[in-house]
Nanobody, 118 residues
Framework: DVQLQASGGGLVQAGGSQRLSCAAS????????IGWFRQAPGKEREGISC????????WYADSVKGRFTVGSDNTEKTVYLQMNSLKPEDTAVYYC???????????WGQGTLVTVSS
């Protein structure tokens, strides 16, 4: 079974930094993308960043551009999200999703809570 394990959430003060990780296991394809999403209380889930495994191309939502950086370790099938200059509005449950470019299937991680205090 394919499993994604998101970790690294916690409580951080505004202006601080946090690093999230998303580790995929049971997945053997080499061509995939992993995206980061978040869902704040009372709001819809939104995509904030993604990275491709083969070309390393990245994408960021305007709300996090310049503050968040996504990186990957393809050998370990692990993706990181370095979050800097955090704001209270970044408080949300953060999820990672793996999208296979072979099968077009999506696999979700369980989410990790990031709380930014003002």
């Amino acid at each position: 079974d394919v499993q994604l394990q998101a970790s690294g959430g916690g409580l951080v003060q505004a202006g601080g930094s946090q690093r999230l990780s998303c580790a995929a296991s049971g997945f053997t394809d080499d061509d995939y993308a992993i995206g980061w999403f978040r869902q704040a209380p009372g709001k819809e889930r939104e995509g904030i960043s993604c990275i491709g495994s083969s070309d390393g191309n990245t994408w960021y939502a305007d709300s996090v551009k310049g503050r968040f950086t996504v990186g990957s370790d393809n050998t370990e099938k692990t993706v990181y999200l370095q979050m800097n200059s955090l704001k209270p509005e970044d408080t949300a449950v953060y999820y990672c999703k793996l999208h296979s470019l072979y099968t077009l299937r999506d696999y979700w991680g369980q989410g990790t809570l990031v709380t930014v205090s003002s």
